[in-house]
């Protein structure tokens, strides 16, 4: 059994996963292209006074593809820890995950236009 609740170890577990996330910020380049993205869209909703059932979309568009860019990073560095060498399967793994970040992109663009599209026309 487990050793029991500890306030210091969800403390040290929040730690490790903010760790985990600056990992992604300083060595991931496509995690920057979504940094700017997601504060432009902020700035935008902000000027454009956007409601808060608006904001909602907004916010669940910008958590689905930094879930996505984090388990795709999570899923690289697993398997560079395997092998450094060239495997069919483990490149495959890769392009599936990147696939999975550029549908949840994809789909927080067009989220993105539908909820903003209106307060720009």
Not at 36 to 48: E, H, I, K, N, P
Not at 90 to 118: E, F, N, R, S
Request: proline share 2%; glycine share 8%.
């Amino acid at each position: 059994m487990g050793r029991g609740f500890s306030i210091a170890a969800r403390l040290r577990s929040f730690g490790r996963a903010f760790e985990g996330i600056w990992q992604v910020l300083r060595h991931e380049h496509n995690a920057w292209i979504h940094a700017l993205v997601m504060l432009g869209v902020v700035a935008a909703s902000l000027l454009l006074e956007v409601s808060a059932a608006d904001w909602r979309w907004l916010v669940v568009a910008m958590v689905m593809v930094w879930t996505a860019e984090c388990f795709n990073t999570a899923l690289e560095r697993l398997a560079d820890s395997v092998t450094r060498e060239s495997h069919p399967l483990i490149g495959q793994a890769k392009d599936i995950a990147a696939g999975a970040v550029l549908i949840a992109a994809m789909g927080a663009a067009v989220i993105g236009v539908l909820v903003l599209g209106p307060y720009l026309w």
